[in-house]
């Protein structure tokens, strides 16, 4: 059975030097890199590295978040398995990473976690090793998302998320037919 290789990145060498003997104890993981630093971490070969284990603020004197930059990077050159991981349990660092290109959040609190969530990373899924709810995160990537809709499409957008379908959000808002299919256009267009 092949190995998942594992890099990490970790600016603090106590917690590079304890995630990696945890991590080694594995049958199925080893670690075939370990970065202190995002430009270290921006040297990997991706096809050497099946998942990235990020830490979420990689400099103190460097840009806040630092992390997240990297993540972004990485996904750029193909690598999709990313893991944050942080001290932080905030909402907006999380879709924040999401956003990024990460497919796992995962506190230093739950380092026992840790194993699983690479497991999971490496299979593809996408999951949260979080006290922050995942219905909350599905909230607020849905809220972000139609920030970009007028308050007109807005409202068509809302009725339809409860089920209406043209006829009805037409008759509701007092709109013609072609008005609201043309609505629904744009608001398609805009979400992708």
Known sequence: MDKIRLMIVEDDPVWMKCISNYVK???????VKQAYTKEDALQVVCDNVDVVLLDLTLSKEDENLSGLLVASRLSDKGLKKIIMLTSWDDTEIILESFDTGAINYITKTSYRDIPDAIREAYQGKVSLHSDVSSVLISELKRERKVKVLTPAEREVYDLKEKGLNKKQIS???YKSLETIKKQLKMIKSKLN
């Open 171 to 173: 008759e509701k808002l």
């Open 25 to 31: 104890k594995e049958n199925d993981i080893t670690v």
